[in-house]
């Protein structure tokens, strides 16, 4: 038994050694890079040099902000619209089932770059599909890119419409899950659809629900691509930057690796807590 | 309490026909088995009668009142699923609570039934326990519990102890029994389990491939089988069957001689269907089913037959053993322990015997 483990470790090794490289020392390396000023050659080490940059700096706040607003608005939009689309796709009225789960997976594998541009095409000023619907029913149109709350909005929608589809798959499954007879024992109960939802579907998906809300908000906690690529890098005047573009423009446009890497920790260390906040509202009384 | 009919009840899925037209009379407050090898429509004629499946053809009534087009809720009917169907989310207490609550029961009623049935069931100890804190007889006896609380005129059970070990089946088995005592509900109740069919039915439907086969007091289609499945079906261990040919006929019925073993035969007395009438015709293949018991000593019958022993099984007070005739067909002949020889052939006697033609109908 014994001979066998270390036959297998062997087996493993490369595996072991590539990981060991390029995934667990960049994450303690840079936890203590985070605790040296990186703009001196050499670095020196200095523990509040970056840490305590980040506390009094308005633009990691602004950052902050903005990422929080986010995941505030869009995770439970999203979970929620995903829910209705789950309930959507599990009807047995839906035709061509096998259809709508593709169409809905689909966002997830088309490519960032292309999902960008089609987005900021839709949402140009002049030319764009939306503004031209809003203004087909007498609405006005909208500067989505130079205002900062419609900036916001196409974010969140953009993140919406990437990410509700793979939401609503996991939510499918789990309720596929849900044995069938258990909706019949309530319809014999003369519990109506509606209430079945609320008083046995959506009780018996909240593991599932509680899965698809921590992966969305670890997802949003790092968000970077639209704000990077739709809102060109957190525009109008960073009105759109989310800590993940600030830890870009700090790491890799300034260079300034100490102080990303604290704004990296902040984001894993934010991410953890409040998964960890939720994991605690929504535990499974005793 | 009332009565249900099913009026010649048919149902389709897409092309195919699973129930080729049943008709079934369960009398107010009688105790009806469904029984039948699996996948012969017991549960899909179950569920039409609770409403969870549509009816493609015919009718059903419940207390005489016409039911196709009636919501399940409607129907007065209470089920016990074979799976709980128990809601894991909620405790004991809740489960059989739920239905009430949701569609605004006042409290006290409410109340009054959980109560009620939690005595009746002796689950009150239970009553804040999940399901899954519980054991598998003690889910079983919530989802009873659940159809208790809906005070229904009619309780349907689909194979409600076929997930339990067998000791616990016994006991739900005569627990069951008891309810029925107890409420004096009409229950129909399916299974494959024959046993469970003969020790529970007032009346037993025997069903096979979507047909019945047969409706009838338990001991009735013991003694008196309509054909082969049936009298196969109903007994355990199963009627034996022994192949062999009409060679005569007598002034009381035929006689079969028994294939391959020309000297044995056996005279069967024929009540039905007159005998001068030419039928059952004389050379015809026929089975002649005996039952394990009916398999005498030596001598003490009309037919003596040798058989050579396979294996004994003991089982304490009788013994079955399981032989060969001279055919090679197997048969299975019951003992009283103290009277097994230590042979590898004994000769027995026939007893009483059926007699089935070709197509597995009676004759008589
Ligand atoms: N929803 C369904 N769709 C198609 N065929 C079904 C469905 N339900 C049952 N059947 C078929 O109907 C027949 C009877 O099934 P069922 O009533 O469940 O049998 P039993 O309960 O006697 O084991 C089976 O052949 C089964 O395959
Ligand atoms: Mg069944």
């Known amino acids: 038994m014994r001979y066998q483990n270390a036959t297998a470790y062997r087996f493993l090794a490369p595996y072991l050694l590539i990981f060991a490289i390029f995934w667990v020392w960049p994450i303690i390396d840079s936890f203590m890079i985070s605790f040296q000023a990186t703009r001196t050659v050499p670095w020196r080490f200095a523990p509040t040099f970056n840490w305590g940059r980040l506390i009094g700096d308005p633009a990691f706040f602004n950052a902050l902000k903005n990422t929080l607003l986010i995941l505030v608005i869009q995770v439970p939009v999203m979970i929620t619209l995903a829910l209705v689309m789950a309930v959507l796709l599990n009807s047995p009225l839906l035709k061509a089932r096998g259809l709508y789960r593709f169409a809905f997976f689909a966002p997830v594998v088309v490519g960032e770059v292309a999902y960008s541009a089609v987005f900021r095409l839709m949402f140009n000023l002049n030319f764009g599909i939306i503004n031209k619907l809003l203004n087909s029913v007498g609405l006005p149109s909208v500067d989505w890119f130079s205002n900062v709350t419609p900036a916001m909005a196409l974010i969140m929608i953009a993140v919406t419409w990437r990410w509700a589809g793979y939401n609503a798959i996991i939510l499918l499954a789990g309720m596929q899950s849900i044995p069938e007879d258990v909706y019949e024992a309530a319809t014999l109960d003369r519990v109506s659809k509606l209430k079945q939802f609320f008083f046995i579907t959506l009780p018996l998906l909240k593991p599932v629900i509680v899965f698809c809300l921590v992966l969305s908000i670890i997802g949003t906690m790092q968000l970077f691509t639209e704000p990077f690529l739709i809102t060109e890098r957190g525009g109008p005047g960073g009105g759109t930057e989310t800590l993940g573009l600030l830890l870009y423009r700090q790491g890799f446009r300034s260079l300034n690796f100490g102080y990303a890497s604290a704004v990296a920790y902040t984001m894993a260390g934010l991410a953890i807590a409040i998964t960890l906040v939720q994991l605690w509202l929504t535990r499974e009384p005793k | ?364």
Not at chain 2, 172 to 194: A, C, F, N, P
Not at chain 2, 218 to 229: A, C, E, T, V, W
Not at chain 2, 300 to 310: C, F, H, M, Q
């Open chain 2, 1 to 364: 309490m009332a009565t249900v009919t099913l009026n010649n009840v048919i149902k389709r899925f897409g092309v195919f026909e699973v129930v080729h037209g049943a008709n079934i009379d369960v009398k107010d407050g009688e105790f009806v088995v469904f029984v039948g090898p699996s996948g012969c429509g017991k549960s899909t004629l179950l569920r039409m009668i609770a409403g969870l499946e549509d009816i493609s053809g015919g009718e059903i009534a419940i207390g005489g009142k016409l039911v196709n087009d009636v919501e399940p809720a409607d129907r007065g009917i209470a089920m016990v699923f074979q799976s709980y169907a128990l809601y894991p989310h909620m405790s004991v207490e809740q489960n059989l609570s739920f239905g009430l609550r949701m569609t605004g029961n006042p409290n006290a009623d409410t109340d009054r039934r959980v109560k009620r049935a939690a005595e009746i069931l002796r689950i009150n100890e239970l009553m804040k326990r999940r399901p899954k804190q519980l054991s598998g007889g003690q889910r079983q006896r919530v989802a009873i519990g659940r159809a208790i609380v809906r005070e229904p005129q009619v309780f349907l059970f689909d194979e409600p102890l076929s997930n339990l070990d067998a000791e616990l089946r016994v006991q739900m088995r005569v627990e069951i029994s008891r309810l029925h005592k107890e409420l004096g509900t009409t229950m129909i109740y399916v299974t494959h389990d024959q046993t469970e069919a003969m020790t529970l039915a007032d009346r037993i439907v025997v069903m096979r491939a979507g047909h019945i086969e047969q409706i009838g007091r338990p001991l009735d289609l013991y003694d008196n089988p309509d054909n082969q499945f049936v009298a196969g079906f109903v007994g355990s261990p199963k009627m034996n069957f022994i192949s062999g040919r009409i060679v005569g006929r007598d002034a009381h019925g035929v006689v079969v001689e028994l294939a391959g073993q020309e000297k044995t035969r056996v005279a069967q007395p024929l009540t039905g269907a007159a005998p001068e009438a030419g039928s059952p015709k004389i050379g015809s293949k026929v089975m002649v089913g005996v039952r394990p018991e009916h398999f005498g000593s030596a001598g003490e019958g009309d037919t003596d037959l040798v058989v050579r022993i396979d294996v004994v099984e003991h089982l304490g007070g009788t013994s079955f053993l399981y032989a060969r005739t001279a055919n090679g067909e197997d048969v299975v002949i019951q003992r009283d322990a103290a009277k097994v020889p230590d042979v590898s052939e004994i000769t027995v006697s026939i007893g009483k015997s059926y007699l089935f033609d070709e197509k597995g109908l009676r004759l008589r």
